[in-house]
């Protein structure tokens, strides 16, 4: 069964800072690999999505990439802002519909 | 704005009682999915469905039930089999029958006194 785990639990950094999250997969027999944001309490936000044939996905201050061989994903944020402050969680689509979820890591950008 | 709601979004429920929790979708996607999220865990998927009258079980089904009547919702009941339902329920739904970019709502968190 697909494990996927997110390392750091937690991070803080201080404004302006770039930084990267990680996630790992013991399965590389992925379809995908997806990065959601979640806020205290609320639903989750998709941030970036990467098909299984490809390395990396950028969307703004946001890239991803992807390392189906060694089974990691990372997820760099530039230029970090307060309003960056959340938890990132990763999941990885083994099948059509399993999808499997990091336990994520809690950013808190200090202004 | 196209969306998923879901209702209530808190809930209290005595320990016996079934309660329902609404998923409703304006997106026209066709697979909708319920999720438990418990602290320390990841997401775990407790039933989907990739077709109106159809759906299949998660990794956490017992204890659960689901109708998929209309496209549109795909409501979760959790019942008195449900050992520890104290968490907090999120619905996704994406386009197509595959778990591909997903859309959530705000979720519904469900507290048994």
């Known amino acids: 069964k697909q494990e996927v785990t997110q390392i750091p639990a937690a991070l803080s950094v201080p404004e302006g800072e770039n930084l990267v999250l990680n996630c790992s997969f013991t399965?590389?027999?992925?379809?995908?690999l997806q990065w959601f944001r979640q806020d205290p309490g609320k639903g989750l936000t998709s941030l970036l999505l990467i098909q299984s044939s490809q390395r990396e996905q950028t969307s703004g201050r946001l890239n991803a990439s992807l390392d189906k061989s060694s089974g990691r994903s990372t997820l760099y944020i530039a230029a970090s802002q307060p309003g960056d402050s959340a938890t990132y969680l990763c999941a990885a689509l083994t099948g059509a519909n399993n999808l499997f979820f990091g336990t994520g890591t809690r950013l808190t950008v200090i202004p | 704005d196209g969306g998923i709601t879901q209702s209530p979004k808190y809930l209290f429920r005595k320990e016996g009682q079934n309660v329902t929790l609404s998923c409703e979708q304006n997106?026209?996607?066709?697979?909708m999915y319920w999720y438990r999220q418990d602290p320390g865990q990841g997401l775990r998927l407790i039933y989907y469905?990739?077709?109106?009258?159809?759906?299949q079980k998660g990794d956490i089904a017992e204890g659960y039930s689901v109708s998929r009547e209309k496209k549109e919702s795909f409501p979760l009941t959790v019942t008195s089999a449900q050992k520890n339902p104290t968490a907090f329920y999120l619905c996704?739904?994406?386009?197509?029958?595959?778990?591909?970019?997903?859309?959530f709502g705000a979720g519904s968190r469900l507290t048994v006194l």
């Open positions: 996704a739904s994406s386009i197509g029958q595959a778990a591909n970019v997903l859309t």
């Open positions: 399965d590389s027999a992925i379809y995908n």
């Open positions: 469905s990739q077709i109106v009258n159809d759906f």
């Open positions: 997106l026209n996607h066709d697979a």
